[in-house]
C-alpha cells in the first residue's frame, strides 16, 4: 500500500497512514511567518481559534453557541496549519535532505499536539444536546487520532520516542545475503521472484530477526498501554473501541459487520487456496508443501502472503494466456508518462468531470527527476481544501502505471468534489472510501475501454477464452489480500482490549493467519519473535481495516455504476468510459465528503445502504465456476 502521513482525521492529510491520497490536514500558513511554525512546544492556536487551554471559552458553560464558535475556530485553526504542513510534506517528498526531513518530522510532531489538543478540547461538550452536523464534527475530532497521547506531558513524550523506535526500526533493518547487508525492499524483490523453497525460508526468517524483534515487541506493548490510556481520556474504552468508533455505528457493531463482510467472500478465497495450495504441491512436492492443510507462507510470493500476485505462472488456469500486452500496447502508440496522465483524465470528463486545473499540470511531478532524490511512491495530493490538486508519481510507460494513475486520479476528484464541505468534511465517508473510488475507476480499465481510446483494435479484442487468465490475475492480487486485511486488525483489536497478552503475541498472530487465511510460517518461531512487526502498518501503527472495507467498496461500486449504464455483459468487462449519468451519481456521492453518515454516501451512488461483497462474487463468477469444478475432488480447506 502507498504510505502517507498518519495521524489524524483532520482534513484528508490527517485521515491516516497508508493511503493511496495525500491531502490537507495541514493548512496554510499564509502570508505568516513561517517560523511562527517551528516554536519548541506545542502548536499554538492561531488568533481567535480554538481556546488551546482545555477551557470553552470565556464565556461560561459550555452551550450549543460556544460550541459552534469551539468548531468554527478549530477549522479555521486546522486549515490554516493544514494547508503549511501540506506544502512542507511536499516539499519533502520531492526534495529528500536531512533538513527537509528535519522540517517533515517538526510538523509531524506539531501536527499531533494540534490534534490531541482539539480532541481533548470536544470533552467539554459531552452533555451538550448539539445539532447533528456539530455532534458528527466533534465525534470526527475526538476518534479520528490513530495514537492519542495522554493529557500527561511525560506519558506523550514517551509515546513519541516509542513510535519513532519502532519506526526507524523497521526502516532500517537488515539481512546480510552473501556477504552483502539487504534491506526489506531487496528482501521483497527476493520473494516475488525467488523459487527456491530453502532460499525463501531462509529469506522470510531473516527479515523477521532483521528489526531486532524482541526490544520491538517491549515497545508495542508499552505503547498499546500509552495509548490505551490517551483513548480512556477522551471517553473510550480502548484503542479498540477508538478505532472501530469512525464508522457511524456502535464499536461492536461495526467489528461484526467486518465478519459479515468477510463470510460473503469467504468461499471464493477458500477455492482460491485450495487451487493454488495444489499447483505449490505440485510444483514443490510434498516434503516442501503438502497436498492438504495450510500452505507454507513462504512459498506465496510476497513477505506477508498478501498478495500472491507473482504466482502467475504458478496458479495460471485455462488454455489461453491473455490476448494483448497492454505494456506493448503503450509502447506501440507512442505514449509518454504526461500522455499516460491525459489520458486517465479523458476518463473522467469523458463522465461529465470537469477537466483538473491548470496548477495540476504545472505542479504535480509526473516524471522522475534526475538531479535529485524523491520520493517515488504514487500519491495524490490536495494542497489547500480548494483546488491545488497534485499527484506525485514517478511514472513509467507501462500497463501497471497506466492503471495507477486512473486509480490516483480518482482521489484527486474526490477531493475537489467535496472542496465546497467544511473543513472537518473534507474527506472519505469513511476511510474506505476514497481509496475504493480510486481502485473502482481502475476497474473500468478493460479491453473495451483500450478500444474506446484508440489504444486496442476491435480486430483484436480478446474473446472470452482470455477472460479465466485475467481474472485469475486479479484474484491473485485482490482476493488473497482479504483474510490478511481482516486479521491485521483483528489481532491489534485484541492486544488493545487485553484479549492478547505480550507473552501471547506471536504466537497468538499465527493463530489467526492459520485461521483466516490458513497459512502457516516456514520455520519454527522463537520465543523472542514479534512476527507482526515484519508488517510496515504494525510497526508504524498504521490501521488496516480501510483496505478490506475498500475491495469489498470497488466492487460494489463497480457493479451499481455497470446496472446504471446498462451493461449486460459480464461484470469484469464493463467499463463506464463516457457515461454522463453514471458521472453525475458518482459526483453527487463524491460531494457529500463526509458531511453525512456513511449510509447515506453509499446510497447515493449504489443505492443500498449497506457494503456488500456479493459483487466480488458476481465478479469473479466465471474463475469461481472453474475453480470449484478444478477442485471438486480436493480436499479443500484447513
Known sequence: MRALLGGVAIGALLAGAGMYYFGPGLPTAGDGDIAEYFTEGSVQPIDGTASGD????????????????FLANAEDEIRE??????????????????DTNWLLERMSTQSTEMSVRLATETAQYADVDLPETMERKMTMLRAGITLPAPADSAAAARLSELTTRMGTAYSAGLMEIDGEEVDHNELENIMRTSRD????????????????????????????????????????????????????????????????????????????????????NELYGDEVQPADGPIRADLLGNMWAQSWASLSDVASVGDSGPAYSLDDLLVQADYDQHQMVETAEGF???????ELPETFWER????????????????????????????KMCTRVNGDDFVTVHHELGHNFYQRAYND???????????????AIGDFIALSVTPEYLVQIGLLDEADMPDASADLSLLMDTALDKIAFLPFAVM???????????????????????????????????TERPGDAFDPGSKYHIANNVPYLRYFLSFIMQFQFHEAACEMAGWEGPLHRCSIYGNEEVGARFNAMMEMGASQPWPDALEAFTGTREMDGSAIISYFQPLMTYLEEENADRDCGW
Do not use: K
Open 364 to 391: 504535480s511531478l509526473i516524471v522522475q527527476p534526475r538531479d535529485r532524490q524523491v520520493a517515488c511512491h504514487a500519491s495524490a495530493w490536495n494542497m489547500d481544501y480548494e483546488d491545488d490538486l497534485r499527484i
Open 197 to 280: 523453497p530453502e532460499f525463501l525460508s531462509h529469506v522470510w526468517d531473516g527479515w523477521r530477526r532483521a528489526y531486532d524483534p524482541d526490544q520491538m515487541s517491549t515497545d508495542y506493548a508499552e505503547m498499546v498501554e500509552i495509548a490505551n490510556q490517551g483513548a480512556q481520556d477522551l471517553g473510550f474504552d480502548n484503542l479498540a473501541q477508538m478505532w472501530l468508533s469512525n464508522y457511524d455505528m456502535p464499536a461492536d457493531e461495526m467489528e461484526a459487520e467486518v465478519e459479515r463482510l468477510w463470510g460473503q467472500v469467504e468461499p471464493l478465497y477458500e477455492q482460491l487456496h485450495c487451487h493454488v495450495r495444489s499447483n505449490l
Open 421 to 435: 464541505q467544511d473543513v472537518i468534511f473534507q474527506t472519505g465517508a469513511h476511510d474506505g472510501f476514497h481509496e
Open 348 to 354: 473522467f470528463t469523458s463522465l461529465g468531470l470537469e
Open 81 to 98: 496549519f493544514g494547508e503549511f504542513g501540506a506544502r512542507t510534506a511536499w516539499v519533502q517528498n520531492n526534495f529528500i535532505t536531512y
Open 54 to 69: 482545555g477551557t470553552a471559552s470565556s464565556d461560561g458553560e459550555p452551550s450549543v453557541e460556544s460550541a459552534e464558535r
Open 488 to 522: 491485521m486488525d483483528q489481532w491489534r483489536w485484541q492486544v488493545m482490549r487485553g484479549e492478547i497478552t505480550p507473552e501471547e503475541y506471536n504466537a497468538q498472530w499465527w493463530e489467526l493467519r492459520e485461521s483466516y487465511q490458513g497459512i502457516v510460517p516456514p
